[in-house]
Each structure stands twice: as C-alpha cells, then as structure tokens.
C-alpha cells in the first residue's frame, strides 16, 4: 500500500512529443513526394487536347474533291431562278437544235479568226503530185459472158515450187468490165487492172487476143 501510495504521490513526467526536427524531415519528405508525383502525372483535368487538324474536328480526314456531275447537281439544286414554263419533248428537241446550231456557227467564227491570226489561206495541205503506177495484166480465158458488159475470166497460174522444184499449176477467177461485150466463152483475153466498178470487179478487157472456135 504504501509503494501505491508513493507512487501516486510523485507527479507524472508531461510528454515530451514527438521531436521537432522529425516532424520537419516527415513533412518535407512527404511535400516532395507529393509534389514530385503531381509533376510527373499532371490532373486529368489538365491533360492537353490533340492538336485539332485544319477543319477543326480533331483527326478529321480532308474531304476529297467533289464529283464534277454531283458539283453541277449542288449548283443546280441552289438556284433560286425562276422555273421555266413546262415544255413538251418536241419543244425541248428543237431547243435542243437551235442551241448546237448556234454553238456549231460560234465555234465556226472562232476557228476562222484563229486561222485568221495564224496567216492560214484556209486552203489547206496541197494536193501531191500523183505518179500512176504499173498496172498488173493477165492473160486468160472467158469461162462466162452471161452477165451484161462483164465476163469471167479464168487465169491459169503456172510456176515451179521453190523447195520441190515442182511445176505447180493454178488457176484463179476473176471479173473483167467488157464495155462493148466484145468476148465471149473460151476466147483468150487480156485484162489489166482498174478501179473498183462494184463489189466484184476489179479488171477491165484490155483485148480479146485470140477468138474460140
């Protein structure tokens, strides 16, 4: 009892608390934390936005170019023109017309007075100087005179093979314009070359050398 009793008797020693420069060293360690953490993750409300491209939305992709049919489309459909009066197909037929014949003179005028500028006589390329050339002949028999002023006339081909040094004989047909229908069948005639009289001839008589019998 008496140890209690001393006990309560002496006067308790106050706290010191905690130390002074330990407070100091906790609270700068922890600011510099704090801080250092706030440097290197800025807030997400003070995350800068991605550079906005050129049309003002961000990312936005350049439209491409517009269709020259959808351009003349948009155009038509802004036209705050009157409407025409209502015209029946017949009525847009000759409109039509009238509009290319007067775009054809316009166009006429201009090319003129373009020639006109460049010193063109409006003549054009001279014609060149044509050199007739050596028309082919051949000998050959009438085979048939039934048609007026044309007979047939069957060429016969004969020439050595140049690997087999063969005589090869041919023979070939041909339609000859006979203006006086001077031959007739198996005369032996000459025909020339000439040009095109319909859709077959392509020779003209020149002579009938030797009449049949």
Do not use: C, F
């Not at 010191?16 to 934390?33: N, R």
């Not at 087999?164 to 020339?192: F, I, L, M, P, W």
């Amino acid at each position: 009892m008496a140890d209690e009793e001393e006990n309560m008797d002496t006067p308790e020693a106050p706290d010191a608390g905690p130390d002074p420069e330990t407070e100091a060293a906790d609270e700068s360690s922890a600011g510099s934390g704090s801080d250092a953490g706030e440097a290197d993750e800025p807030a997400a409300d003070e995350v800068p936005d991605p550079p906005a491209a050129a049309g003002g939305e961000p990312n936005a992709a350049p439209d491409p170019p517009p269709d020259p049919k959808t351009a003349r489309k948009r155009r038509r459909s802004t036209n705050a023109g009157e409407a025409g009066p209502q015209r029946s197909g017949e009525d847009r037929a000759t409109a039509r017309v009238e509009t290319r014949r007067a775009k054809a003179t316009a166009r006429s005028r201009r090319r003129g007075q373009e020639r006109a500028k460049r010193g063109d006589s409006g003549e054009g390329t001279p014609t060149a100087d044509r050199e007739p050339g050596v028309r082919k002949s051949q000998l050959g028999t009438v085979v048939s005179d039934k048609a007026d002023k044309t007979i047939t006339v069957r060429v016969d081909i004969v020439r050595r093979h140049r690997r087999y040094e063969k005589v090869v004989r041919q023979s070939a047909t041909v339609h000859a314009h006979d203006e006086q229908n001077e031959a007739s069948a198996g005369d032996v005639v000459r025909v020339v070359e000439s040009r095109p009289m319909s859709r077959l001839k392509r020779w003209r008589l020149v002579e009938v050398i030797e009449k049949a019998r």
